[in-house]
């Protein structure tokens, strides 16, 4: 299995900036994307950012130019930069893994359990 651990997130005024941070527990599993994900109450969740395994990475239009994705792997470690935060932004932000326990056996999606980002305006 793959454990996810967030940190980071809080409350911050718009035009301010958050940094958010995930550590993946993956033993033996062999990690391809991470990334990040937010959600609004009564929304569905959607994509923030995610950043494979070669450092291809893909933004939603709505944070892109504002924020950045990073990854340290030999951390199994991912990273979100969050400038110019504006009250749209407001959710919660939950960790993505994609990873497999072998090569002969198919990518599953593992999840953080979500930091709560709020910007005030």
């Known amino acids: 299995q793959v454990q996810l651990v967030e940190s980071g997130g809080g409350l911050v005024q718009a035009g301010g900036s958050l940094g958010l941070s995930c550590a993946a527990s993956?033993?033996?599993?062999?990690?391809?994307?991470l990334g990040w994900y937010r959600q609004v109450p009564g929304k569905q969740r959607e994509l923030v950012a995610t950043?494979?395994?070669?450092?291809?990475?893909n933004y939603a239009d709505s944070v892109n130019g504002r924020f950045t994705i990073s990854r340290d792997n030999a951390k199994n470690t991912v990273y979100l930069q969050m400038n110019d935060l504006k009250p749209e932004d407001t959710a919660v932000y939950y960790c993505?893994?994609?990873?497999?326990?072998?090569?002969?056996?198919?990518?599953?999606?593992?999840w953080g359990q979500g930091t709560q980002v709020t910007v005030s305006s």
């Open positions: 993505y893994c994609r990873a497999r326990a072998r090569i002969t056996t198919p990518f599953r999606d593992y």
């Open positions: 993956a033993n033996t599993f062999r990690i391809n994307a």
């Open positions: 950043i494979n395994s070669d450092g291809d990475t």
